[in-house]
């Protein structure tokens, strides 16, 4: 990819293609002389991310470091060329769901991206350091019709549905609804999508891997719906009649990529119930795989609620164990305080039993001297010649 030294709001083409290659598509013919000045819908600081996802790319050490030098746009464009590999949220492997259950974990890990953070992957954060660039309308142009590389046009593309209002998004799309490019989309490979289709699911699909898009109006999303089957009327019905298809998940389980949404994107726990009213309609191959498959996940799901019974269990036995061994330290240093205080006790007793001793004595003493003195003649004939000597000197 060669490099470009100025903004692509400048004039003429919003890249400088200096490979002298001409451009094979161009910007909507039908979208008339608009301000360069693209509108942001929604939250201008987060751009609409998963509030996990953004904390992960506001901390990540390429985003502050590797990212923070490149102050143009075509810096990032270069960067995206050599950089991007998937449209992913996270790098591969750096999910740690282990352990963990509900919307966190398991098999709903899929729903929401609200469990433990991972490593974020460079197509986010570059998407994002798009988002700070705030791209104008030739430079958004310019991405979406990028000719070296299919994932240059696709973060293009999610920037739209990022920070687009949600009117505008068939506006922006319906000119490459057919396009033939192909990308993996997976991180680690393994899942090839048309640009066409994936302007579809942007289209028509809320969840992206272990995100969401952000949420379109009801009644926008129902002509959405209405356009997309006005344009592609048999894979509508195809869509609508067809069994969903099963696919093995991050967790190696067989999970429905419908996910059990209805048309309006909420999830419900009924979902499968339609499709099970329509086992008469399929053959019985058809009919016997589907319900294998369903076994399948129930035993899944009852493997996962005994875990989760293992888990708690253990944990509770952990508890009383260490509530046990912490009795036991109070009992023993209560006893141990307990011999110290009658020790005391006992030694305090012995000094006073001694002390109240030595006194007895010490009056017994005292008494017998004055009975002594009290009853001796020899005390009383001294005291009288002392007396006598006394009066005969005065």
């Not at 141990?336 to 001793?357: E, M, V, Y």
């Amino acid at each position: 990819m060669q490099g470009q030294d100025g903004e692509g709001g400048d004039g003429g083409s919003p890249w400088n293609n200096s490979s002298g290659c001409e451009e094979e598509r161009r910007p909507n013919a039908k979208e008339g002389k608009k301000s360069n000045v693209l509108p942001l819908w929604g939250n201008e600081r987060t751009m609409n991310l998963n509030t996990l996802i953004l904390t992960n790319i506001l901390s990540s050490h390429y985003f502050k470091v590797n990212l923070y030098e490149l102050k143009t746009y075509h810096e990032v464009i270069d960067e995206i060329y050599y950089k991007v590999a998937h449209l992913e949220p996270w790098e591969k492997g750096s999910r740690k769901t282990a352990g963990q259950t509900g919307m966190c974990g398991g098999r709903f890990m899929q729903v929401r991206g609200v469990g433990a953070g991972g490593i974020v992957s460079t197509a986010y954060c570059l998407l994002y350091k798009l988002f700070t660039l705030r791209l104008t309308r030739k430079q958004l142009n310019g991405l979406i019709n990028h000719p070296d590389s299919p994932y240059i046009r696709a973060l293009g593309f999610m920037y739209i549905r990022y920070t687009q209002p949600p009117a505008d998004l068939f506006m922006w799309y319906d000119d490459y609804l057919e396009d033939d490019e192909e990308m993996d989309v997976k991180a680690g490979g393994g899942q090839v999508m048309k640009m066409g289709d994936i302007l579809k699911q942007f289209l028509t699909k809320l969840e992206w891997f272990s995100t969401l898009f952000p949420r379109i109006p009801v009644p926008i999303q129902k002509d959405l719906e209405h356009r997309l089957g006005e344009r592609f009327p048999q894979q509508t019905a195809n869509a609508r009649n067809a069994k969903p298809p099963i696919t093995l998940n991050n967790h190696g389980k067989y999970n429905n990529s419908n996910g059990g949404r209805k048309d309006n994107g909420s999830v419900t726990a009924r979902g499968m119930g339609r499709y099970v009213q329509e086992e008469a309609q399929w053959g019985e191959e058809q009919t016997s795989q589907w319900r294998a498959r369903c076994e399948e996940e129930r035993r899944d799901k009852y493997r996962d609620r005994s875990d989760r019974e293992r888990r708690r269990s253990r944990e509770r036995e952990r508890s009383r164990d260490r509530g046990r061994v912490d009795d036991r330290k109070r009992d023993r240093h209560s006893r141990r305080s307990s011999r110290d205080r009658s020790r005391d006790r006992r030694r305090n007793r012995s000094r006073s039993r001694d002390k109240f001793a030595e006194r007895s004595k010490e009056r017994h003493r005292d008494r017998d001297r004055h009975r002594d003195r009290r009853g001796s003649p020899i005390d009383y004939a001294a005291e009288l010649a002392r007396e006598r000597d006394r009066q005969r000197r005065d």
